[in-house]
């Protein structure tokens, strides 16, 4: 599933076509990705429009055209943006293709828990906005985050970052990430993290949030190579400080790698 900076790099995928007008548009009204939008409306306004910008935050984005036209994608498990050539064709995955002159923009989606959704208004849309704060901004400080942790007290810490309306974006391997580097054991309930502990875990998150944000690229081989990830699909993964052997587990229902040496 896509994490804040996978999320981020396929947002950017879209690029190439910022500036330019939307001349023809297909979709597959009747896919599930379009549960609850008006896809005839999204049609309709988005033809003669240009691409003006976008964001992502946490695990969506939203791309702005202008007359007022708002469509957010979330990527759900399986979904995907790309860029191709003009006479592409869509296939029966592409459920959204954005035709330009020179490109069309497609949002691929195999197993259809990703959403498309369509606002057409001055305002961008309720659905976008959010009070909470991303990772990497000022508001998402040690008082958001021991707050966070005093109301998940009971659940082990790796369920708590796997919590969008705490974690915004953080998924299964950037938790990881963090409690390795903060040194804090995955199992370990939030209350019993010391004041360092959560110290450490907003350094973690905010290091881990915005250098993925910074590198990560069309696979994983552009992350820090020193970091867990690399190791933690291995068989024989290790410990990237210092080669320990990585223990795994299920946690919060999701596979989790931690090094038994540096988390105790
Ligand atoms: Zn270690």
Redesign the pocket.
């Known amino acids: 599933m896509p994490e804040l900076a996978e999320v981020e790099w396929y947002r950017k995928q879209w690029n190439p076509g910022l500036g330019d007008h939307i001349v023809d548009l297909s979709l597959h009204a009747r896919n599930r990705v379009f549960r609850g939008t008006n896809t005839r409306a999204l049609k309709e306004n988005l033809i003669g429009e240009k691409l003006l910008r976008s964001r992502a935050r946490g695990k969506q984005t939203l791309f702005n055209f202008s007359g007022d036209n708002w469509l957010g994608i979330h990527f759900g498990m399986t979904g995907k943006i790309r860029v191709e050539s003009a006479n592409f064709r869509p296939d029966k995955h592409d459920h959204l293709v954005l035709q330009q002159r020179e490109r069309a923009l497609v949002f691929t989606d195999s197993r259809q828990f990703g959403r498309v959704r369509f606002h057409h208004a001055a305002d961008e849309p309720d659905w976008w906005k959010s009070d909470v704060p991303e990772i990497i901004s000022r508001e998402f400080d040690q008082k958001f985050v021991d707050q966070f942790l005093d109301r998940h007290r009971k659940a082990p810490i790796k369920a708590v970052l796997l919590l969008q309306n705490g974690f915004s974006g953080i998924g299964n391997w950037m938790a990881d990430e963090v409690l ?1 580097r903060a040194k804090i054991l995955p199992p370990r309930r939030a209350e019993k993290l010391r004041h360092r502990e959560r110290a450490a875990l907003l350094r973690a998150a905010k290091f881990v949030a915005k250098k993925s944000l910074e590198t990560l690229g069309r696979d994983y081989s552009d992350l820090p190579r020193l970091w867990l990830i690399h190791q933690r699909w291995k068989r024989s993964g290790i ?1 990237p ?2 080669r ?1 052997p990585l223990r795994r587990a299920t946690i919060g229902g999701r596979t989790t790698a931690w ?1 038994p ?3 105790r």
């Open positions: 390795w410990c400080r210092h320990t090094c040496r540096c988390q």
